[in-house]
């Protein structure tokens, strides 16, 4: 497991931007290999996967529901940003960082991470 960190929340207006960071600690090894996500939860709603990425090739996949406008990437030193354009108030909620080691694809489904950030919040108003 790794230590994970979330930045970048705050409040903006529909239509604007944010960019929130994820810093991952504990990387044990340069020659391990993470799929990084980030989710999200309203209050009253179920945890959503938003995008994920491979560290091992950079691939993405993205919620229908922020493709276009949403973009994850992730550099060398180890953090994993989520770029927000055009955020809507139905974006509002808490984001949340995660992890888990490997090489394969990148994917959504919140059963596969075993390390999780506290999370930071993005509320969007009207």
């Known amino acids: 497991q790794v230590q994970l960190v979330e930045s970048g929340g705050g409040s903006v207006q529909a239509g604007g931007s944010l960019r929130l960071s994820c810093s991952a600690s504990r990387f044990t090894s340069s020659n391990y290999y993470f799929v990084m996500g980030w989710f999200r939860q309203a209050p009253g709603k179920e945890r959503e996967g938003v995008a994920s990425i491979s560290t091992w090739n950079s691939n993405t996949r993205y919620a229908d529901s922020v493709e276009d406008r949403f973009t994850i990437s992730h550099d060398n030193k180890n953090i994993t940003y989520l770029q927000m354009n055009s955020l809507k108030p139905e974006d509002t909620a808490m984001y949340y960082c995660?992890?888990?080691?490997?090489?394969?694809?990148?994917?959504?489904?919140?059963?596969?991470?075993?390390?999780w950030g506290q999370g930071t919040q993005v509320t969007v108003s009207s």
């Open positions: 995660a992890a888990f080691r490997s090489t394969g694809l990148p994917v959504l489904d919140a059963n596969r991470y075993n390390s």
